[in-house]
């Protein structure tokens, strides 16, 4: 996996430490029929946040003119998915047997453990596609968990000039019943115009903000669209402001720091070049990942593994 540097450190307010941002690059999604995605996650300088470690945002794209999301049944190892979408609708297929929909403040979370392969394709009637799509490492002693399938719905929560859904741990006194092998937190925020809101963290999560719309200041340092701003551990509240007129959103995602290297190659998780190398192995010629039924077409190739071994990668100290 080519990860290119995009971090920038920018003062804020002077209430805290500074705010690390890391900056997005396009990214065909899909093989053939791809669309473009925005990535933050992983990059040179950083691979986690907590146990997060691929952040992909993208729209609003107009089905129309793109052609939507079309992605073949492919393969995942060591890691869960997590989907969330603002608007569209996205039909998901797997090899354990879920025929599931992902559509706007719902959650569907996918656990691929030693092995899962699944297809994501937008309905007939999405005209505009727009979302993120999240993993979550698991940490070794689950990496060879079973797969699974969990959907949930999180109630809104009314914050003073905020609506906030917490789709995975706890946040503002709600807590999500989605079952995960770290601590996490995932939750959208949506602040009215001109409002401004702190939050009470936990202190020992690392924590990321990622800027959907709006002109979003963290602890008074601004955060563009489709930026991920990194804020570290040792926090016990977080301000967001929103400066516009319109309405801003923003993904926060939390955990503690994630002290295992990972490799991290296509969409495989594992901890050394002979994990992935198997992986990649399996799926061309095995069956460790199930099979996709209902889904009109081939299934991915694996692309070509480099030459020289896949070396593991962790945060800087």
């Known amino acids: 996996m080519t990860v290119e540097s995009g971090t920038t450190l ?9 705010v690390e941002i890391l900056g997005a690059r396009d990214v065909p999604l899909g093989g053939p029929r791809s ?15 907590g146990a997060w470690c691929f952040a992909d945002h993208y729209g609003p794209d107009d089905v129309t003119a793109t052609g939507g ?6 393969p995942h190892t060591g890691l869960q998915t997590v989907s969330w979408l603002f608007s569209g609708e996205i039909e998901h297929r797997d090899s354990l047997g879920s025929h599931a929909f992902v559509r706007p403040g719902e959650l569907n979370l996918m656990t691929g453990g030693s092995g899962i392969s699944h297809s994501e394709v937008s309905t007939p009637g999405t005209t505009t596609l ?33 609506e906030l859904r917490v789709f995975l741990g706890s946040l503002a006194g709600v807590t999500s019943p989605v079952r995960t092998f770290t601590p996490l937190l995932g939750a959208q925020l949506t602040l009215s115009a001109g409002a401004s809101v702190s939050l009470d963290l936990d202190p020992g999560f690392e924590h990321g903000i990622l800027v959907d719309a709006g002109d979003v200041h963290v602890d008074g340092t601004a955060v563009r669209p489709a930026e991920l701003a990194y ?9 967001v402001t929103n400066g516009t007129r ?33 992986a990649r192995e399996d799926w061309e010629h095995g069956d460790r990942f199930g099979v996709v039924h209902g889904y009109d077409g081939d299934r ?18």
């Open 10 to 18: 920018r003062e804020g307010d002077g209430s805290g430490a500074g």
């Open 35 to 49: 669309m473009t995605v925005r990535r933050t996650l992983p990059q040179r300088g950083r691979t986690l946040i």
């Open 69 to 74: 999301m079309d992605v073949a049944p492919h």
């Open 130 to 162: 727009h979302g993120v799509q999240l993993w979550v490492a698991l940490p070794d002693e689950h990496r060879h968990a079973a797969r699974d399938f969990q959907h949930h719905v999180p109630e809104p929560v009314s914050l003073d000039g905020a």
């Open 231 to 239: 804020v570290t551990p040792g926090r016990t509240t977080l301000t």
């Open 246 to 278: 319109e309405a801003a959103r923003l993904i926060l995602l939390g955990g503690p720091p994630f002290g295992e290297e990972i490799v991290m190659w296509w969409n495989f998780v594992g901890r050394t070049d002979e994990d992935i190398r198997q």
């Open 300 to 317: 991915l190739s694996a692309p070509t593994l480099p030459n020289v071994p896949l070396k593991p990668r962790r945060n800087p100290s």
